[in-house]
């Protein structure tokens, strides 16, 4: 094996342990377990990279998913000539790109990692991209050995091997340590080595400090056909340094200065010369990498004005119709496209649409890989269900991702399948995501604007969906700009004002109508924009009207109300706000039953808009 690879595998070590011991902190041992795995895929010829151009449609990916071990990933490109020494020793430190975990601070980082169990879902989805888009770059995930106790891991190994992901290559750190201890299966390679054929791919067992066997097991990993491949490599934490390889007690400390001394007299002369070749990767002329705030417009659906249609079955119009005209969308589906509707562009486009099965977490982890490459996913299951996949997408709003969550069946107007399918936290879930939308139509027609409006912005959105059937209020010509709301009834006269959304709207609107025959105006708000908040129009019915009274699906906190009273909480000027939300364990039963048991339907409307104006 080449001297170079050597040197340079002592070059990602030093690297790893110095900017550590500067910093007063990270993970040291963790990179010196997987420094002679990189060495050989970087410099070996494997990974194939444009240092010049990160952004370039056929460049490999690399995804360290244990992104403790960040000091290696940075030591890369260090070796490679790409940062400076003095700017590793800037890890850690505030203002520095180098973070204690890959951010996209760095112009390397593929993805953020640190929260373990996510990348190699992403992965997948990058993989799923090349083929996609008939390209040749690989993906290539490290991973550690106490990740793959994460399910999440096993669900990406079934979707890949399920996909035929023979561009994806794992790398598995089997270091035998974790945090507190030893790993689940320690030593025990062959359960990995089982584990990961019985679902579907290719295996290497290697000695992970031998830098011919990790070269042999990348020039299989490369050949594989039909089948991603795994690389599962015995390695030691704290290799090379003998004081603290493979002891227990050293995850995530850095040495003192006396101890980077005595460990960097074992590692012996280290050559700050060597610079790391990269491969350059293929160029492809023909393609065009999507521009994903370049729009056509779509068709939109001519509904009847009297036509009763369900925001999930319009969302399903205008996926079909988005997808006919832009070639960057993709469309993900968690085994509910038949109830999400969804299956619009499965049926009409199949080469666009992936099903993900019932595995939330790794979809909103594929979500994120398609992002990353270009894509505009739009992935979609039961509102409730994305609950379980709220570290991804907590993760994929710090990765510049610009993903379009999709929720159906929410709340408790879902009716007889009862409370386990019942979405009543979501809006204030995705509320919760940095720089993230929130959107929540109340008619076909609103969702497919809504749907248009959520493809051209640039970020991450969630859209949530009803599942019963509700009247077309609105004309094909009306516009619905994030941020903005409607004002659907309104009078110079207006008594007090009801905001809503989705459901609940139809229920203010018939409330509305009853009220009106008593001589009691009220303006309805149709906040179809939970966030950004048409906070003018809100300010404008708070002063018009006095009384605000808010009307969700949805459990009252973080939903519409709190954002609402959030909105308005420094008005000057004095209202009274009272929020109407599912504050009751719900059950089986008719939509109307159980909205008139949780007194968010327009029976409950009426009576607190009379006691409010003490008219009862």
């Not at 903005?484 to 006269?493: A, E, L, R, W």
Request: aromatic share 8%.
């Amino acid at each position: 094996m080449d001297n170079n690879l050597e040197n340079l595998a002592k070059l990602l070590r030093y690297f790893s342990l110095v900017s550590t011991t500067e910093a007063g902190s990270g993970h040291p041992t963790s990179a010196l377990s997987a420094a002679d795995l990189m060495a050989v895929l970087c410099f070996g010829g494997f990974y194939r990279f444009d240092l010049n151009n990160p952004d370039f449609f056929n460049n490999d990916r690399l995804i360290f998913s244990k992104g403790h071990a960040s000091p290696l990933f940075y030591s890369i490109y260090a070796a490679a000539g790409k940062v400076s020494e003095k700017e590793m020793l800037n890890l850690r430190q505030f203002g520095s790109k180098l973070e204690g975990h890959p951010t996209m601070e760095f112009p390397y980082t593929e993805v953020p990692t640190g929260s373990l169990g996510q990348g190699l879902s992403v992965g997948a989805g990058m993989a799923m991209n090349a083929k996609m888009d008939k390209l040749n770059y690989r993906t290539f995930v490290l991973l550690g050995d106490s990740e793959m106790a994460e399910g999440s891991v096993w669900e990406a190994m079934e979707i890949a091997s399920h996909y035929k992901l023979d561009n994806l290559v794992g790398i598995l750190d089997a270091n035998r340590l974790g945090q507190r201890g030893e790993t689940l299966y320690g030593h025990h390679l062959e359960k990995y080595q089982k584990k990961a054929e019985a679902f579907g791919w290719g295996t290497a067992v290697i000695e992970g400090h031998s830098l011919e066997e990790i070269n042999s097991a990348l020039e299989k990993a490369v050949k594989a056909k039909d089948k991603p491949f795994m690389i599962i490599a015995k390695t030691l934490k704290g290799k090379g340094v003998s004081f603290i390889e493979d002891k227990d007690g050293w995850h995530g400390k850095a040495l003192s200065a006396d101890e980077l001394e005595k460990a960097l007299e074992e590692l012996g002369e280290i050559d700050k010369h060597v610079v790391g070749e990269i491969a350059k990767p293929a160029k492809i002329s023909n393609f065009q990498f999507p521009i994903s705030n370049q729009f056509s417009i779509p068709k939109f659906t001519n509904y009847k004005p009297d036509e009763k249609v369900a925001t999930r079955k319009a969302y399903g119009n205008a996926l079909a119709n988005l997808v006919e005209a832009n070639n960057q969308i993709v469309v993900l589906d968690a085994e509910t496209s038949n109830s999400t509707y969804s299956e619009s562009v499965k049926k009409t486009h199949p080469e666009k649409f992936v099903e993900c099965f019932i595995a939330e977490q790794n979809m909103a982890g594929m979500a994120l890989g398609f992002s990353r490459r270009g894509k505009i996913p739009f992935a979609s299951t039961f509102a409730a269900f994305w609950s379980r996949a709220f570290d991804q997408i907590r993760m994929s709003q710090y990765a510049n991702s610009n993903i379009k969550f999709v929720g159906s069946h929410a709340g408790v107007s879902i009716g007889e399948d009862g409370s386990s399918q019942m979405a009543l936290e979501d809006i204030a879930m995705f509320r919760t995501n940095l720089g993230g939308v929130v959107l929540y139509p109340s008619d076909a027609v609103s969702t497919e604007k809504l749907v248009l409006e959520a493809a051209k912005h640039v970020g991450n959105v969630f859209i949530r969906t009803t599942r019963a059937a509700t009247p077309i209020i609105y004309n094909v010509d009306d516009n619905f700009p994030i941020g903005g709301s409607k004002t659907v009834k309104s009078s110079d006269s207006d008594k007090a004002t009801i905001i809503a959304a989705g459901i609940t709207l139809h229920e203010a609107l018939k409330a509305y109508e009853e009220l009106q025959k008593e001589g009691i105006n009220l303006r309805i708000i149709d906040l179809y924009s939970i966030k950004p908040l048409d906070i003018n129009t809100l300010q404008k019915a708070a002063k018009e009207t006095g009384v605000i009274i808010t009307v969700e699906d949805h459990f009252p906190e973080g939903g519409i109300g709190e954002a609402v009273a959030g909105a308005l909480c420094t008005f000057e000027v004095h209202h009274i706000l009272e929020s109407l939300a599912v504050r009751k364990v719900p059950h089986s039963g008719k939509p109307a039953e159980i909205m008139e048991y949780e007194e968010i339907d327009a029976s409950a409307i009426i009576k607190k808009v009379k006691s409010l104006l003490n008219t009862d």
